[in-house]
């Protein structure tokens, strides 16, 4: 209790009442130097993890002068000898992660916007580097590609296979940190001796020339063995601008397929899913009421999903069509005084591939004012401002022109299916933050 208060004096009251609360109430041990904290679900703890560990910390130094290692667990997680087998693995260098064991083939729900790329994932974790290698999957944020890509390093560990999961991040930091410890060799041993090779974002491989040219050679040694290679990205290689064009054929050497925006079946589905895996019990009408309203991203409803779990059991509320409405209005809200005008320019620009700056110049290429468009259609409807605040900003003279952009963006996204679609992927993009 006495820890509780000091807490509570510290976080802000809405990080508290949501997520720290709970996590006090859970607290299972402290040992030796170890303080371990259970909560509901992995994204309450991550998100604790990296908000608040220092704050726990110096909670507890306040409480009894102690300062420990802050460990939170998911309840009920037990290590299996999966994970023992993928803690082996990240352990032999700095940079590898441990998959998620709840990213499986069964926890993935599959619908027409996703099933080629179920199919195919399921293919090649069974029968790694046979068919389709590489396998390249993109899509939008937010729509399963880390999942489906862990689903197969799961499914291909369980079938004994050597299995590495990077992000291209790890994957490059893993190399500049081999180059300036001198041990390439031990690099090269780790890539390139497993069974299946999973790398997420490979986007980011853009403009990164060398490490490009040391994935390029690992590409080539794994291929060559027959080795599986699995890929996932924002966009089509051909799209990945400051990638070199042998990598770019390579990547399209296999199967490339996408992940779209699920429809309103699926994502009931999801929904479905979701909240029996967190075991929350929604009635028919609010599972509805949040597939509609939230028109993209599954990562946003697994968010609204944890809220309202957390509204339902720490603060005692019946869950309800109108406390979900409610929750759904603030999330809304909060995101619309989380983006700022600048975010929507990065993020359409470099979603189009173009120079942010153009944006604001007075270029009137069709790629730069389609763009234009984008940005004043994302900044009217996913912030404050207004049409004369976002003209200002644009640097336009004159601010009628916005509402004509607006409603032209409105008429395209009616007409033309892969622009809408480009519309709500950068939706996810700016309300996921990526
Ligand atoms: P991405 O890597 O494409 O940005 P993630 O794989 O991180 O997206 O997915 C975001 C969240 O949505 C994850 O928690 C994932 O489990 C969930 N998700 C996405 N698609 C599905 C699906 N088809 N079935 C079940 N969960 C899904
Ligand atoms: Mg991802």
């Given at each position: 209790k006495e820890f509780l208060t000091i807490i509570q004096k510290e976080a802000s009251k809405t990080d508290f009442d949501r997520y720290l609360k709970q996590l006090i109430l859970k607290k299972v041990s402290i040992e030796e130097n170890l303080a371990t904290f259970e909560v509901a679900n992995k994204y309450i703890a991550s998100w604790i993890k990296s908000k608040y560990t220092n704050l726990i910390q110096q909670c507890f130094e306040m409480f009894d002068g102690s300062k420990p290692e802050i460990d939170i667990k998911i309840i009920g997680e037990k290590k299996t000898k999966k994970d023992i087998q993928n803690i082996q693995i990240q352990n032999q260098t700095p940079e590898s992660t441990i998959l998620n064991?709840?990213?499986?083939f069964d926890s993935f729900v599959v619908g027409p916007s996703n099933q080629m790329a179920y199919n195919a994932s399921l293919a090649v974790s069974t029968?790694?580097?046979?068919?389709?290698?590489p396998l390249f999957i993109y899509g939008g944020t937010g729509l399963g590609k880390t999942h489906i890509l862990q689903a197969i390093g799961n499914h291909a560990l369980e079938n004994d296979k050597t299995v590495i999961y990077v992000t291209i991040e790890q994957f490059m930091n893993d190399f500049t940190f081999s180059i300036k410890n001198k041990n390439m060799e031990h690099f090269r041993a780790k890539y390139r001796n497993c069974d299946v090779l999973l790398i997420d974002?490979?986007?980011?491989?853009?403009?990164k020339e060398q490490t490009q040219e040391e994935f390029f050679h690992t590409f080539n040694e794994l291929h060559n063995a027959k080795k599986q290679i699995v890929m996932t990205s924002d966009r089509l290689p051909s799209q990945i601008?400051?990638?070199v064009d042998r990598l770019k054929s390579r990547f399209e050497w296999g199967l490339t397929t996408d992940i779209q925006i699920p429809r309103l079946e699926t994502k009931i589905a999801i929904i479905e899913k979701k909240s029996e895996l967190n075991g929350i019990n929604l009635s028919r009408e609010i599972i509805t009421f949040i597939a509609t309203t939230l028109d993209s991203s599954i990562r946003e409803i697994e968010g609204v999903l944890i809220r309202i779990n957390a509204s339902a059991s720490?603060?005692?509320?019946?869950?309800n069509l109108a406390m979900v409405q409610n929750l759904l209005k603030d999330q809304i809200k909060e995101n619309k005084e989380n983006i700022k005008l600048p975010d929507i320019i990065n993020t359409v620009a470099n979603e189009l591939n173009i120079k942010p700056s153009d944006i604001k110049s007075k270029k009137r290429t069709t790629s730069v004012a389609n763009a234009r468009r984008v940005v004043i259609y994302l900044a009217r409807e996913l912030t404050h401002n207004s049409m004369p605040d976002i003209a200002k900003f644009l640097e336009m003279?004159?601010?009628?022109s916005i509402s004509h952009n607006i409603k032209k963006t409105n008429e395209l996204m009616k007409k033309d299916e892969n622009f809408n679609l480009t519309i709500k992927n950068l939706k996810n993009k700016l309300i996921n933050k990526e």
């Open positions: 064991p709840s990213y499986t029968k790694p580097g046979i068919q389709y290698n974002d490979i986007q980011f491989l853009s403009g601008a400051g990638l720490l603060l005692n509320q019946e869950i003279k004159d601010h009628s």
